[in-house]
Structures are given as structure tokens and as C-alpha cells.
């Protein structure tokens, strides 16, 4: 019988050595590395001036609140403040893989985001690109809760949760607002009471209002306070999906 060569018994014992440590233990299969989650948005405000075709830029406020309802408010610079100010209720969601995106009411196309890694959001395309000259379309995080002051037509449940306080809830959004009227909307009770409405349920209104933040807050943050300024009808025949 034929003794090993010398040079295999090297070539045995240093591999042998290569699955060991020094203290002979066997070392474990490297660990596969941790998945980093992509970024998401944290509810707050986010303010920036967008680029504009026709005017010298639009004044946007986008406002996520922790329930999932949302705020847009845009304001084009060069017109009157009633006519150049827009504002959209929806709701929002982060779409797991690093952007957020508005579903707002009506035909409006989704809008969409991207998260920047300093937290900021990143306005894209409506199919979603992003654009060329990213620091001009970014919204910047800021200290501050928006309360949308534009008095456009607010659609939501009219009610009267407890005795001798009004609320209102917005339909798109489901954000809930402490009511008080305007003296040229004093008769809105009545038109309720005419409609047929229960103050404990409520009924759907369309109205214009002035919305302000108030010292209070909930889980939602600021608190706002709607002043209806006019209302328009009653649809005893709808509801509201918040």
C-alpha cells in the first residue's frame, strides 16, 4: 500500500484549517444582508413654489394627516387671491416603494410624489417621471400645520355631535372641523331642520366656509374651526364614505 504524497497532506490539512477557526470550531455561513425599507413620507406639511408655464410660479401647501386624509392648496402668484387660489380634499398613502400618491375627488388624475432622502417630497409627473430640475419641484417639510384658507365649495355631513356644537366632515377627506356661522348662514340650522335632518346623524351639505386652526388639539393635530359663510343645498339622499 502506497503512502500519500506529502504535498496532499498539505493541501489536506489547509482546508480543513479553512473551515475552522482557531479555537476549532466550525464558522457559520455569512448572514445575508438586512433589506433596507424604501423611504416613506410622514405625515405634516409640506410647502414649495412649483414652476408655473404661464405665470411666475404656484404657491404650493400639501398637508398629510396621520387618518389618511389630505389637503392640497395652490395658489398661482399672479392672480387675485379668489380666483387663483385652489384647494383639494382627498386622501393619501405611501405606496411602499418610496413614493406617496393623492387620489383626489372627482376625474383629477392622481398626483404623485417621491421621497427624497431628506425627507422632503419630490412632485413627478403625472405618469409619474420624475423631473429634470428636481430642487425646483420639491416640497419642503415645514414646522408648521396648514390650515387652507382658500373658500372654495366644501361638500360633507352637517351634524351635531353633542349637544350645542356643530361639526362638519369632509366628505373627499373625512377630516372632521368644529362649526360656527357667519351671521349671513345663521339660517343653515333651519335648512337642515327642513331637510329632515337628525343632528345625530347629520346630512350631506355643499358650502362655502373660512377655515382657521384653533389652540386645540386631537390625534389629528391642529384642530380647525370651519366659519360657514354660505350654504348652498341639502342632499338628504347621499353620504358620505367617512
Not at 12 to 19: K, M, N
Not at 71 to 99: C, I, K, M, S, Y
Not at 126 to 147: I, M, R
Request: hydrophobic share 35%; net charge negative.
Amino acid at each position: 500500500m502506497s503512502r500519500p504524497h506529502p504535498a496532499a497532506l498539505v493541501a489536506l490539512v489547509l482546508a480543513l484549517g479553512a473551515c475552522t477557526d482557531p479555537s476549532g470550531t466550525p464558522q457559520a455561513p455569512p448572514s445575508a444582508p438586512v433589506p433596507v425599507p424604501p423611504p416613506a413620507a410622514a405625515p405634516g406639511h409640506y410647502a414649495g413654489v412649483l414652476p408655473c408655464a404661464d405665470c411666475p410660479g404656484i404657491g404650493t401647501d400639501l398637508q398629510l394627516w396621520p387618518s389618511g386624509a389630505c389637503v392640497l392648496e395652490e395658489r398661482f402668484h399672479d392672480r387675485h387671491p379668489e380666483q387663483g387660489t385652489f384647494v383639494a380634499w382627498g386622501r393619501w398613502r405611501n405606496d411602499g416603494q418610496g413614493g406617496v400618491e393623492l387620489t383626489l375627488p372627482g376625474d383629477a388624475p392622481v398626483r404623485r410624489y417621491r421621497v427624497r432622502p431628506d425627507g422632503s417630497l419630490l412632485t413627478l409627473a403625472t405618469e409619474g417621471t420624475a423631473p429634470a430640475d428636481t430642487a425646483a419641484y420639491t416640497l419642503h417639510h415645514q414646522a408648521n400645520d396648514l390650515t387652507p384658507s382658500g373658500g372654495t365649495m366644501l361638500k360633507g355631513t352637517f351634524f351635531q355631535g353633542r349637544p350645542n356644537v356643530w361639526n362638519f366632515r369632509e366628505c373627499h377627506s373625512g377630516r372632521q372641523m368644529l362649526v360656527r356661522f357667519d351671521p349671513a348662514a345663521a339660517d343653515i340650522e333651519e335648512g337642515f331642520r327642513k331637510a329632515g335632518g337628525d343632528p345625530g346623524t347629520g346630512l350631506v351639505v355643499e358650502l362655502n366656509g373660512l377655515l382657521q386652526p384653533t389652540p386645540l388639539t386631537d390625534d389629528q393635530g391642529t384642530v380647525t374651526l370651519l366659519t360657514i359663510k354660505k350654504w348652498h343645498r341639502f342632499l338628504p339622499g347621499e353620504t358620505c364614505p367617512y
